[in-house]
């Protein structure tokens, strides 16, 4: 009972840590905070991995495997897209614009 | 001790984890934001590896090599059009590892022995799969393979509460049947599962696919939070909670942007039969009257011809995208357009509606990618003050998102939905493939105004046409005063 408190409390926490500090995200950046966001879900390859520490049957380590496969294409895609999103945005305040404008 | 090392371990993750996600405020911030986050998850990877002896390294090596190298190199050929597809497809794949984590726990000897581990079990096995259809359909659609059109089936709400009762049921016997049962019961849950998240993706499309992609995004979360309760792990649960806020929240701004309540949007596309019909009748009359309007109205050299003169003169243009332009992949040529424009002298700002495009923020990232700069992409409630001043709106691909009726008319599908008050800018140039209602069947009066000028056709073709005619003055210009 006291490790679903625990868990329960955990799972509210985050939840309303995680609320808060996503609402104060800029639409501007949304579409690149999904992605990173996608990318920390995978985190369920470490459940995926401890799957591996207990011996068990040839098929559930099939799919085990199929677990880690799907939660490592999230974990590397999801950072990586993120972070060639991430650097599309540029600004450059007029300094390839034509001369008189914007330098003041 | 060894435990305090874990519940340390946890909460440094987590502190870097809250980090990065704080660093998501401006574009350079989100990148190190990101790049923190990467180090946080491959360090618990690394200690998780540490800790623990595992029993296959080839197998596990082997997965994680393949996992890691397609994720490397899809990521890195995929073009930003084709982001929301490809998050889509990770939302799925996410599902795919929560319900083999959720399967295996459940199956194995030696099987949670709590209540609480089962029921989440359970959960963690339904969320996934039916975040694995779902996002593959959702997929499917983003990357246009699949027909986009919601599909509603006859009796569709009475099919999903049969298939849950279905599931329900089967969970139920499972727990109670024993061990013997379960992997056979369970592959009928993971079925049933699958089943059900098709059938509850495939009634929304087109423009609510941003509602539906937030979504996915939660309930993958969700379903990584569960498998964290089954195996007692805090990160996970730490981890898929956070993504299943952040994925709550993105759902409520898209649903907020388009002024339609979360169920309606699940209940099937477009708002309910009398809604729908209504629209179609609006929609008939409406093509009554453009072609009416049209055949007094300008020719496209006509309105071509003076849409030049209004942008020559014009000295503040705001720029209106919406996913029209990526359709005809016209965003490279507005750019130059926008560039052109500043460089002789205009103030040129994007308008960005929060639901243009397929994801939330798409259309930021469409513009980034084709070297506009942050800075001018406006939001909705920031650029809307600004309207009045502005000599010339033009907008590219964007049809419900500049509907007056949104403001003026009730009873239509976007009635009270914010827009962009394009009406209220002098001029204002249309470059539409059509002149075709947007996704909402409502009939945009935008383009009955005298103000308005219609540059019906392809996007790409319409905006280099204005570009050149920009440049070519610019150039007689200079050869004038030189």
Not at chain 2, 412 to 422: D, E, N, R, V, Y
Request: neutral net charge; charged residues 15%; proline residues 4%.
């Amino acid at each position: 009972m006291a490790d679903l408190a625990l868990m329960l409390l955990v799972f509210a926490l985050s939840f309303g840590i995680g609320y808060v500090l996503i609402s104060r995200v800029p639409p501007l950046l949304h579409t690149p905070l999904m992605s990173m966001t996608n990318a920390i879900s995978a985190v369920t390859i470490l459940g995926a991995l401890l799957l591996f520490a207990v011996p068990m049957s040839t098929g559930n380590k099939v799919i085990g495997a199929i677990a880690l496969v799907t939660a490592s294409f999230n974990l590397v895609g999801g950072f990586v897209i993120t972070d060639r999103m991430t650097k599309m945005f540029k600004t450059h305040h007029g300094a390839e614009h034509s001369p008189g404008d914007g330098q003041s | 001790m060894s435990t305090w090392m874990t519940v340390l371990i946890d909460v440094a993750v987590i502190v870097l984890l809250v980090i990065g996600i704080s660093l998501f405020r401006t574009p350079r911030g989100a990148r190190y934001g990101n790049m923190t986050a990467a180090v946080a998850l491959l360090a618990a990877i690394a200690v998780v590896l540490l800790r623990n002896s595992v029993l296959d390294p080839v197998i596990l090596l082997g997965a994680l090599v393949v996992g890691g190298v397609l994720g490397t190199l899809i990521a890195m050929r995929v073009t930003m059009i084709q982001i929301p597809a490809m998050v889509a497809f990770q939302h799925g794949a996410g599902g795919v590892a929560a319900f083999c984590i959720a399967f295996v726990e459940l199956t194995r000897s030696g099987a949670p022995e709590s209540v609480v581990g089962e029921v989440s079990g359970f959960l963690g096995l339904v969320i996934g799969a039916a975040t694995f259809s779902g996002s593959m359909l959702a997929s499917g659609k983003l990357a246009a393979k699949i027909r986009q059109t919601p599909m509603v089936l006859p009796a569709h709400n009475w099919i999903l509460s049969l298939l849950l009762i279905i599931i329900v049921g089967l969970c139920v016997f499972a727990a109670t049947a024993g061990a013997a049962w379960m992997t056979l019961v369970l592959s009928g849950v993971l079925v049933t599962s699958i089943l059900l998240g098709a059938l509850f993706a495939m009634r929304i499309g087109g423009a609510d696919m941003p509602v539906l992609i937030s979504f996915l995004n939660a309930t993958a979360g969700l379903a990584a939070a569960f498998c964290g309760v089954i195996i007692q792990n805090r990160l996970l649960i730490a981890c898929g909670a956070t993504v299943a806020a952040s994925g709550s929240i993105l759902t409520a701004v898209m649903c907020r942007a388009m002024n339609r309540s979360f169920l309606k949007v699940l209940s099937g596309g477009r708002p309910a039969s009398r809604g729908g019909s209504a629209a179609v009748e609006a929609k008939a009359e409406g093509v009554d009257t453009q072609e009416k309007s049209t055949r007094t109205k300008r020719t496209f050299e006509e309105a071509m011809l003076e849409a030049k003169t209004v942008l020559r003169e014009s000295s503040r243009v705001i720029i209106i995208p919406g996913y029209g332009m990526a359709l005809a992949r016209a965003q490279f040529h507005v750019a130059s357009l926008a560039n052109k424009l500043e460089q002789l002298g205009k103030s040129v700002d994007f308008a960005i509606h929060p639901v243009a495009g397929r994801m939330p923020g798409h259309m930021n990232v469409l513009l980034a990618e084709a070297d506009v700069d942050y800075d001018k992409l406006k939001e909705m409630d920031e650029v809307n003050e600004t309207f009045g001043d502005t000599d010339a709106v033009l907008i590219i691909g964007a049809c419900d998102v500049v509907n007056p009726a949104a403001l003026e008319k009730e009873d239509t599908p976007i009635s009270g939905m914010p827009i962009l008050k394009a009406h209220e800018a002098k001029r204002v140039l249309v470059c539409n493939l059509d002149e075709r209602p947007g996704y909402s069947g409502v009939p945009n009066s935008l383009y009955d105004e005298p103000k308005t000028l219609l540059l019906l056709g392809d996007a790409n073709a319409t905006v280099t046409e204005l570009l050149d005619s920009l440049s070519a003055r610019g150039e007689r210009k200079e050869a004038l005063a030189s």
